[in-house]
């Protein structure tokens, strides 16, 4: 299994960015290009991770809110408990992906309670998608307002945007039924899908990110998919962040922002505008 893997507590100083690669998978991360414009309690509060063994690959990204203990708490407890099974486990059912995830929702929520203090109670967005190239599955869940794209060789899109009003992990100690109600869920087929990014919200916050996040990603790749097979990951997930970065420093207002990317071995055209474009 290739794993990378960013903490923010790794990463706290302005217009710096951390990253991390291995072959096909990679994360970056930042405080930001500029101050937050709003009261917060560690310097950096996100946490990435992109993983891929010999049946899948996946990206996963978290946003704490009071406090970096939630977000590294899913993370972690993600880590512990799923990631190699999701990549390199045996083939399932889409019914049964959607159990998996559905279960580890319920694990990593109990997992942000346990890093509760009596005056502290951080929580945390939370976002992953799992492609599965023999079940030929695409698997993601979202709670929260992290972003998720996926790449195909003739679009880049983003699944389960945020809804108007959304629930963050750690927020209560939510049953599995509950979580139904509360997060998102995309269980289909992969259709062609050769890239997974996952995005926290410094990309897009209001007077902070940028306009366009799905277009920001898209260049990302597009700019990406000439490279060697091993440099695309890393490529695409540091464009994203300096793009946020950049926003960051045109508004004098940033926030923490973290990528994680996972590749398909090349195929298809050279690149995703060149597709766009006929």
């Avoid at 923010?8 to 710096?16: I, L, M």
């Avoid at 990549?87 to 059912?93: A, I, K, L, M, W």
């Avoid at 939370?126 to 709670?143: H, K, M, N, Y």
């Avoid at 209560?172 to 050769?194: C, D, M, N, T, Y």
Wanted: net charge negative; charged share 20%; proline share 6%.
């Amino acid at each position: 299994m290739k794993r990378a893997l960013l903490l923010g507590r790794t990463q706290q100083a302005f217009g710096e960015v951390g990253e991390l690669a291995d072959a096909n998978v990679a994360v970056a991360l930042s405080r930001g290009g500029a101050p937050k414009p709003y009261a917060h309690t560690d310097p950096n509060e996100d946490a990435v991770l992109a993983a891929s063994g010999a049946r899948g690959f996946l990206v996963a990204a978290a946003d704490g809110h009071w406090g970096l203990h939630a977000s590294e708490a899913a993370i972690e407890r993600l880590c512990e408990a799923f990631v190699a099974d999701w990549v390199d486990g045996p083939e399932r059912s889409a019914d049964r992906w959607y159990q998996d995830v559905l279960h580890a929702l319920v694990v990593l929520n109990q997992a942000v309670f346990a890093a509760h203090a009596e005056d502290v109670k951080p929580r945390t967005t939370f976002a992953i998608a799992l492609a599965r190239p023999g079940e030929d599955l695409l698997v993601a869940t979202s709670i929260g307002d992290t972003h998720l794209f996926v790449a195909t060789p003739n679009a880049v899109r983003e699944i389960l945007p945020k809804p108007r009003k959304f629930s963050v992990l750690g927020q209560e100690r939510w049953s599995a039924s509950k979580l139904e109600q509360i997060a998102r869920f995309h269980v289909h087929p992969l259709a062609g899908v050769q890239a997974l990014v996952a995005v926290t919200d410094g990309l897009s916050e209001e007077g902070i990110g940028v306009a366009d996040p799905e277009g920001a990603v898209r260049a990302a790749v597009d700019a990406a998919h000439p490279l060697p097979s091993p440099a695309r990951a890393g490529a695409t997930a540091r464009a994203v962040v300096d793009t946020a970065l950049a926003a960051h420093v045109a508004q004098q207002a940033g926030d923490n922002v973290g990528a994680a990317v996972a590749w398909r071995p090349r195929t298809g055209p050279a690149s995703v505008s060149s597709l766009l474009e006929k």
